[in-house]
């Protein structure tokens, strides 16, 4: 089935996520994930969840808790603070998207939290993209939308391929 196809079915049924771990369209990106050790996975989602939160910030100048799950993620990666604090500042960047009601917004800030919580698990991997697509489906329409899904799709492929051959030049620490 076409991925645009699929979508719009989602979108017919309301469905606030218009991507899944399950959509045929993203078996690829699931099965390079998959792939990777935690540390690639990390630096990849960060990445992105980096250029995501600008974004927000941008939209949102006086809301930090996107930025906050961040920076707190960074800390809890490279072992300065633990798990509990990180997480709270993850689960209030999640809690920020209920106090919104932009979906294209709503949707980045779960990519956000997705992003930031690979750092416990591989399996939130997926989540960055899932969100951050579907947040461009509400940003651009479902019919103008599919240069926009694809080319980003071929960005997060392209990233992860670039720190799977580069993460051992990270500089920065990893927690024990």
């Known amino acids: 089935m076409d991925w645009i196809e699929d979508v719009k079915k989602k979108v017919k049924r309301k469905n606030k996520i218009l991507f899944s771990k399950d959509s045929e369209y993203l078996q690829d990106l699931v099965w390079l994930i998959n792939q990777q050790n935690r540390q690639i996975l990390v630096l990849w989602a960060l990445d992105f ?30 072992g ?31 990519a956000v939290g997705q992003a930031c919580s690979v750092v416990h698990t591989s399996g939130h991997a997926i989540g960055l993209p899932i ?38 030049n990270y500089t920065g620490e990893w927690a024990s």
Do not use: M
């Open 80 to 110: 300065k603070i633990k798990i509990p604090i990180a997480k709270r500042e993850i689960l209030s960047c999640h809690a920020f998207a209920k106090e919104i009601s932009n979906q294209e917004d709503i949707a980045l800030c779960h």
């Open 49 to 78: 969840a980096e250029e995501i939160v600008k974004k927000l910030e941008i939209k949102y100048p006086n809301e930090n808790r996107p930025r906050n799950a961040l920076e707190a993620t960074k800390l809890w990666a490279s």
């Open 131 to 168: 969100y951050e697509l579907t947040s461009i489906v509400y940003k651009l329409g479902v019919e103008n939308c599919a240069d926009s899904v694809e080319k980003r799709k071929q960005e997060y492929i392209e990233r992860l391929i670039y720190w799977k051959d580069n993460y051992q």
